[in-house]
């Protein structure tokens, strides 16, 4: 069982910038493929990012492509999302999600929320005019 907690959401202006945090349970996590997703009231939850599990492949959404930056420090269990030039429309609550493999090569990255097997419990974004 994978246990995931976000923290670092908030209220900011816009073309503010936040830190997403997302603290991994378990001694594995270099073999986690890693995500970020948001879902804003009313709207499906939708991808943002992902990560490989050697952190040499990234992946973005067209959205927050060149404002977002997804990390990931395998000491610190934890995987990070860099949000810059912040707009009203990022406002949404930001979740980070795991999945465990052995079988896959260090850059696979995964994209879709079905191929997830943990979840967070979530962090609010607020972004302001």
């Known amino acids: 069982q994978v246990q995931l907690v976000e923290s670092g959401g908030g209220l900011v202006q816009a073309w503010g910038s936040l830190r997403l945090s997302c603290a991994a349970s378990g001694r594995t996590f270099s073999m986690y493929a890693l995500g970020w997703f948001r879902q804003a009231p009313g709207k499906e939850r939708e991808f943002v990012a992902a990560?490989?599990?050697?952190?040499?492949?990234?992946y973005y959404a067209d959205s927050v492509k060149g404002r977002f930056t997804i990390s990931r420090d395998n000491t610190k269990n934890t995987v990070y999302l860099q949000m810059n030039s912040l707009k009203p429309e990022d406002t949404a609550v930001y979740y980070c999600?795991?999945?465990?493999?052995?079988?896959?090569?260090?850059?696979?990255?995964?994209?879709?929320?079905?191929?997830?097997?943990?979840w967070g419990q979530g962090t609010q974004v607020i972004v302001s005019t």
């Open positions: 990560i490989s599990r050697s952190g040499t492949s990234t």
């Open positions: 999600a795991a999945r465990i493999s052995t079988n896959w090569s260090g850059s696979y990255l995964l994209l879709s929320e079905y191929e997830y097997d943990y």
